[in-house]
C-alpha cells in the first residue's frame, strides 16, 4: 500500500484536514469548528486549547474515513500544519497556554502602534520585517501584555500557533519559517529573527520557537499525543507553513509563473520571487515561501464581504454577463477601507455614472468589476516588483461562478485557471508532509479559462476610467 499523509488547517474559525495518498488523491476530509471572542470592543481571543481539540478531532475523523475506505492508520507517515498567521500564544515550557491566545484580528493595541511609528517610522518596519506596521501585528499585543499584564510574559514564552502546536505534538517548540516570517519579530530577506526588533522589544533570540525550513521533519509525535490523534508515534511532523503561503503552495504558485487568486472573505494574490521583495512604496507584504530561495508576496483586498453586502442590499436578479445596454458603472469597493496595494485606509466605497437606465444587476456587475479591478492593480503592483506572471489560478468561493472567472480572464488579460480542490492550504501542508513525492501532484481537475481578445479591450477602457474614478474619490476622502 502506499503511504498517507495528513495536511491540517488550524484556522480562525476552525481546524480542517485532508488525507492525501502518494499519487495526490485526497481520502478524507474532515472539520471542527471553535469560536472567537471579543471581550471588549477592538478585542478578540481564542483559547488556544481549541487548536489542540480541534487538530486531534479531524485527524481522529480522517483515520476514521481512511479505515472505512479499507486503510490502515499504520500508512499514514506524516503531518503537516498549515496555521493562521501571527495569532499571538502566551504557553509555558509545557506547551499550556498562560492566557487566552491574541489573534490576528485583534487591534487592542492601537495606541501603542501609533506611539512605536512616531518614535521609529514605517521605512524600520518595512525595511526589516517586509511589512508596514498595523495595530493588528504581533508585536504590538506583546508591547500591549508588557504594559498591562508583564506577569503573562513571565509566566510564559512569546511564540504563536504552529510552534504552539509543535511542542504539543513532538514536545520541540518550532515555528515553519514563512510562519515566522508573517510575525513582525523576523527578517524575511535574512530569513531569521530581525536582530533590530528585538532589541526594540527587549526579547531574547535563545526564548523564541527554532526556524525550520517548510518540509523539514521537526521530531516524531510523542507516544501520549500520537494516542490523542489515533496515529501511530512513528508519524513524523513536517514544518509547514501559515495559510496563504500553504494555499499557495497547494496551488503550485511559482516565480514568473503562476500566482494564486483566493477568493474568501477577502481576496488575496499570492505571487513568488526568487529574490527577496522590497517594495519602495512599502504597500506589498513580502513572507519567505515554502522554498527556502523564493519569497512570497502577499495582497489582501475587499473581496467576498462586499459581494454578499452587494447581493443581500441589491436583493435583484444576479448579473450573468459583462455586456450591458447600459453604460458600465465604476465601483470602488472599499467598504471597509482600501488595503493592498496601497493602504488608504480613508478610502470608501464608491459608486460612479449612475442613470434611471441601471438595473440591480448593471450595479452587481459593476462591485464584481471593482473586485477584480482591484486584483488587477495588485497584480501590476507585483508585477513591478518581481515580473507578470504567466497565469493566475482562482481558488475559493468565485470559482463556482461560471462567469466570474471569465471576467477575470478578460480583466487580468490572463489565462485563468479554476481548481476544483476545496481546501488548498490543507492540500498544500500535505505536500510539505510528502516532501518529494508530492511532485506532479494535481490535487484535481483544472479548467483553463482564456482572455478574449475583445472583451480585454473593453475591460482595459474600464479599467482606466475605474483608476480615473479612484484617484478623484481619494481626492475626495482625503480633504
Known amino acids: 500500500m502506499s503511504s498517507i499523509f495528513l495536511g491540517a488547517d488550524i484556522g480562525t474559525t476552525s481546524a480542517k484536514c485532508l488525507a492525501v495518498d502518494s499519487d495526490g488523491a485526497i481520502l478524507a476530509l474532515a472539520q471542527h ?55 499571538l500564544v502566551i504557553y509555558d515550557s509545557g506547551g499550556r497556554a498562560v492566557r487566552p491566545a491574541i489573534s490576528w484580528m485583534d487591534c487592542r493595541a492601537t495606541d501603542l502602534f501609533e506611539k512605536s511609528v512616531c518614535e521609529v517610522g514605517q521605512q524600520f518596519w518595512y525595511a526589516e520585517t517586509g511589512h508596514k506596521l498595523t495595530p493588528y501585528r504581533s508585536v504590538c499585543s506583546i508591547w500591549w501584555l508588557a504594559e498591562n499584564e508583564p506577569e503573562t510574559l513571565k509566566a510564559g514564552r512569546i511564540g504563536w500557533v504552529p510552534d504552539y502546536v509543535s511542542l504539543r505534538l513532538t514536545g520541540r517548540c518550532a515555528v515553519d519559517t514563512p510562519s515566522a516570517s508573517w510575525t513582525p519579530l523576523f527578517s524575511p530577506a535574512r530569513r531569521r529573527w530581525s536582530g533590530a526588533v528585538l532589541e526594540q522589544l527587549g526579547v531574547r533570540e535563545d526564548g523564541l ?63 513568488v520571487s526568487g529574490s527577496p521583495v522590497v517594495d ?14 523564493e519569497w512570497g508576496m502577499v495582497l489582501p483586498f475587499s473581496g467576498g464581504t462586499v459581494y454578499d453586502w452587494a447581493r443581500r442590499t441589491l436583493a435583484g436578479e444576479a448579473a450573468k454577463s459583462a455586456e450591458s445596454p447600459n453604460e458600465p458603472l465604476i ?81 487580468l488579460a490572463l489565462p485563468v485557471e479554476v ?60 480633504a
Open 33 to 87: 469548528p471553535y469560536g472567537l471572542t471579543h471581550p471588549r470592543q477592538g478585542w478578540a481571543e481564542q483559547n488556544p486549547e481549541d487548536y489542540w481539540r480541534g487538530l486531534a478531532a479531524v485527524v481522529r475523523a480522517c483515520v476514521q474515513q481512511i479505515g472505512e475506505a479499507g486503510r490502515s492508520s499504520g500508512d499514514i507517515t506524516s503531518l503537516a500544519l498549515s496555521t493562521q498567521g501571527d495569532t
Open 331 to 411: 465601483f470602488i469597493p472599499h467598504l471597509y477601507g482600501g488595503l493592498s496595494p496601497d493602504w488608504h485606509q480613508e478610502s470608501r466605497g464608491t459608486i460612479v455614472g449612475l442613470t434611471l437606465s441601471h438595473a440591480p444587476e448593471d450595479i452587481e456587475l459593476a462591485v464584481m468589476r471593482g473586485l477584480v479591478f482591484e486584483a488587477r492593480r495588485n497584480m501590476d503592483a507585483c508585477a513591478a516588483l518581481a515580473g507578470r506572471p504567466e497565469r493566475i489560478r482562482m481558488v475559493g468561493g468565485a470559482t463556482h461562478s461560471a462567469f466570474w472567472p471569465q471576467l477575470a480572464a478578460d480583466i
Open 419 to 478: 481548481w476544483d480542490c476545496a481546501e488548498s492550504a490543507c492540500y498544500g501542508a500535505a505536500k510539505l508532509a510528502a516532501g518529494a513525492l508530492s511532485d506532479g501532484w494535481t490535487g484535481g481537475a483544472v479548467r483553463v479559462i482564456e482572455p478574449r481578445p475583445g472583451r480585454v479591450e473593453a475591460e482595459s477602457a474600464t479599467y482606466a476610467n475605474y483608476l480615473r474614478a479612484y484617484a478623484n474619490a481619494l481626492d475626495f476622502y482625503s
Open 209 to 271: 520557537p527554532d526556524v525550520l525550513e517548510s518540509g523539514e521533519t521537526i521530531a516524531a509525535l510523542l507516544p501520549a499525543a500520537a494516542e490523542e490523534l489515533g496515529l501511530s508515534k512513528d508519524v513524523r511532523l513536517v514544518s509547514g507553513a501559515f495559510d496563504q503561503a500553504a494555499a499557495a503552495h497547494g496551488a503550485s504558485a511559482a516565480p514568473g509563473g503562476r500566482s494564486v487568486l483566493s477568493c474568501g472573505t477577502a481576496w488575496v494574490l499570492y505571487g
Open 280 to 293: 519602495p512604496g512599502l504597500g506589498v507584504s513580502g513572507c519567505c515561501h515554502v522554498r527556502a530561495g
